[in-house]
Antibody, heavy 118, light 106 residues
Framework: QVQLKESGPGLVQPSQTLSLTCTVS????????VHWVRQPPGKGLEWVGA???????DYNSALKSRLSISRDTSKSQVFLKMNSLQTEDTAIYFC????????????WGQGVMVTVSS | DIQMTQSPASLSASLGETVTIECRAS??????LAWYQQKPGKSPQLLIY???SLHTGVPSRFSGSGSGTQYSLKINSLQSEDVASYFC????????FGSGTKLEIK
């Protein structure tokens, strides 16, 4: 069955770089795009960016200058790197799979809580 | 970016009632609209895609409708397990979400 699982540090210091990994199973990264979505505590959802099945990427325009998404298809892993972290980046970070008929999200990981604090 | 305005922010209804949540897009999104349910401490779960298509395994008491810039999610015969937050998301352009509706039982 389709599964996605995020991993990474729970605590990052301000101005440092966040590195997260999404490990997927049950589908191929060359068939479906994988997106990152984040949710500050008690707040709504924000699309962060995506890596498409062909390997190209797109980013939220508000985060683009700090963000990089890449993948290793042999390991079924997608990577997110975000630099110059601030307290406003504190959130649960989810990786998600896009659906077959559009860029809605039909499977989600459990999420990883990232706190930006010294 | 396409802005999604979702209403109401919170909703209280009795078991068995029908509730409706609405989303308005800042421009025509041509039915590129999904609805999600999120229970406390859990990931969002897809309910509806393409404005009115029910995702696999979702109870038929959930339905979606709308076109252009106006969309709605209807829940018939409200059950206790429907207590959750609900979000809309457009994907005609880069994805953006509504601010959410918190549904409680009266």
């Amino acid at each position: 069955q389709v599964q996605l699982k995020e991993s990474g540090p729970g605590l990052v210091q301000p101005s440092q770089t966040l590195s997260l990994t999404c490990t997927v199973s049950g589908f191929s990264l060359t068939s479906n795009s994988v997106h990152w979505v984040r949710q500050p505590p008690g707040k709504g959802l924000e699309w962060v960016g995506a890596i498409w099945s062909g390997g190209s990427t797109d980013y939220n325009s508000a985060l683009k200058s700090r963000l990089s998404i890449s993948r290793d298809t042999s390991k079924s892993q997608v990577f997110l790197k975000m630099n110059s972290l601030q307290t406003e980046d504190t959130a649960i970070y989810f990786c998600t799979r896009s659906g077959e008929l559009g860029y809605y999200f039909d499977y989600w990981g459990q999420g990883v809580m990232v706190t930006v604090s010294s | 970016d396409i802005q999604m305005t979702q209403s109401p922010a919170s909703l209280s209804a009795s078991l068995g009632e029908t509730v409706t949540i609405e989303c308005r897009a800042s421009e025509d999104i041509y039915n590129g609209l999904a609805w999600y349910q999120q229970k406390p401490g859990k990931s969002p779960q897809l309910l509806i895609y393409n404005a009115n298509s029910l995702h696999t395994g979702v109870p038929s008491r959930f339905s979606g409708s709308g076109s252009g810039t106006q969309y709605s999610l209807k829940i018939n015969s409200l059950q206790s397990e429907d207590v959750a937050s609900y979000f809309c998301q457009q994907y005609y352009d880069y994805p953006t979400f509504g601010s959410g509706t918190k549904l409680e039982i009266k």
